[in-house]
C-alpha cells in the first residue's frame, strides 16, 4: 500500500519524529488515514483541503470516558510523510493489533443518510428511509456528515453500527482544521 493512501488501521504514514499520541494509560491505536485528495471527487457537507492527510487516533481509556484523549491531526505536506511503526498497547498486546487493528484499504462511494430524530414516526416516512438508505445510504464508515449535536460535524464514523467510534468536531473548527475541541464517542454492543 503506497504512503499516504487512505486506509484503516495499520501502520499510519506520520511525518519524521512524530510524538505517538499517548495518555497516562497507554498508546492511543491508530484508527484510520484520509487522504483528502482521493476525497475531491466527492460532495461533502462542508469544503476540505483538495490534499493533505487527516489521521485519526483512539484511546481506549480506563477509569475515564471512551474516547478521552483521542486525537485527530491533518497534516499539509502528505508527500513529507513515511511509513510509522505502531506504538502497541501493553494492556491488548501485540496480538490484539494483528488481530483487530491490521491495515486494510478504503474503497469511497457517495453516500446520504437521513437523520431520522426530527422526523414524525409514519409506515410510508419508514418505507421512503429504508429504501432511500438501501440504495444511498450503505456504508461501514461514514465522513464529513451530520452530527446528533447541534453546531457539530461527525468528521469520522468507524466500524459497524453496534460497534462504532464516531470522532465528533465543532464545525467552525473544522472549517479552520482545529481539532482541539474533538469529541470522541464509542459505541459498543
Not at 511509513?83 to 496480538?95: N, Q
Amino acid at each position: 500500500m503506497p504512503v499516504g493512501r487512505s486506509k484503516f488501521c495499520g501502520e499510519p504514514d506520520l511525518p519524521r519524529g512524530f510524538q505517538w499520541p499517548m495518555s497516562c494509560d497507554g498508546p492511543c491505536h491508530f484508527v484510520a488515514q484520509l487522504n483528502l485528495a482521493e476525497l475531491a471527487l466527492f460532495e461533502t457537507a462542508h469544503p476540505l483541503p483538495p490534499d493533505g492527510l487527516l489521521s485519526f487516533f483512539f484511546h481506549d481509556a480506563e477509569g475515564h470516558p471512551e474516547g478521552a484523549n483521542s486525537v485527530v491531526y491533518y497534516f499539509s505536506e502528505p508527500h513529507h510523510l513515511e511509513r510509522t511503526a505502531i506504538s502497541v498497547d501493553p494492556r491488548f498486546g501485540e496480538e490484539f493489533h494483528e488481530e483487530h487493528l491490521y491495515s486494510r484499504c478504503f474503497s469511497f462511494a457517495q453516500a446520504y443518510v437521513i437523520e431520522e430524530d426530527e422526523l414524525p414516526n409514519s409506515f410510508e416516512l419508514r418505507s421512503f428511509i429504508d429504501s432511500f438508505e438501501f440504495h444511498f445510504g450503505r456504508a461501514t464508515h461514514r465522513l464529513f456528515g451530520a452530527s446528533q449535536f447541534d453546531g457539530f460535524l461527525t468528521l469520522g464514523s468507524f466500524g459497524e453500527w453496534s460497534d462504532r467510534i464516531n470522532f465528533l468536531v465543532p464545525i467552525f473548527d473544522f472549517n479552520v482544521l482545529d481539532f482541539s475541541m474533538l469529541e470522541v464517542e464509542f459505541h459498543c454492543s
